[in-house]
């Protein structure tokens, strides 16, 4: 029985070394394959889930970043604190890169950041009045007046 446990272990741990692998080398579409190639058949690996997540991240794939953090915290609260770690850093990333982009007046590249910043955390208020400012500097008023309605 410990032989078959200490296989399975194996099994993952190579599929988190492979997925770190083509990660350092950055190649992320490779790493993303391994581990999705990996949960179709464990689905229940939170560890490669949330390794999935990280990745995600990194990708700026934020909306699949969260639903894996989402299915990992559901099967099992010991991963919400790591998760929150996670989007707490994604969200101070793309809030300060919008922020730094509208003091340097350009509010194009404002955006998308502070679009992603939302996403992530959305209760974070702060981050929609920065949103609508870039909104409105690019001549989408109502759109700007919508985010600040949800704010």
């Not at 974070?124 to 600040?148: D, F, H, M, W």
Request: aromatic share 8%; glycine share 6%; with cysteine.
């Amino acid at each position: 029985m410990l032989g078959l446990f200490s296989f399975f272990a194996a099994c993952q741990n190579r599929v988190l070394v492979e997925a770190d692998h083509y990660e350092r080398s950055n190649e992320l579409e490779k790493a993303e394959a391994a581990l999705v190639r990996h949960l179709e058949t464990h689905p229940g690996d939170n560890a490669a889930r949330f390794r999935l997540g990280e990745l995600h991240g990194t990708m700026r794939k934020y909306q699949d970043m969260l639903n894996d953090f989402a299915t990992v915290e559901s099967s099992d609260s010991r991963w919400k604190e790591k998760g929150a770690n996670r989007k707490e850093y994604h969200w101070r990333e793309n809030f300060n890169q919008g922020v730094a982009a509208l003091n340097r007046n350009e509010p194009q590249q404002a955006i998308t950041p502070l679009r992603n910043a939302v996403l992530i955390l959305p209760e974070r208020q702060v981050a929609y009045p920065p949103l609508a400012g870039g909104l409105l500097a690019t001549g989408n008023g109502s759109e700007a007046t919508a985010i600040l309605e949800k704010a």
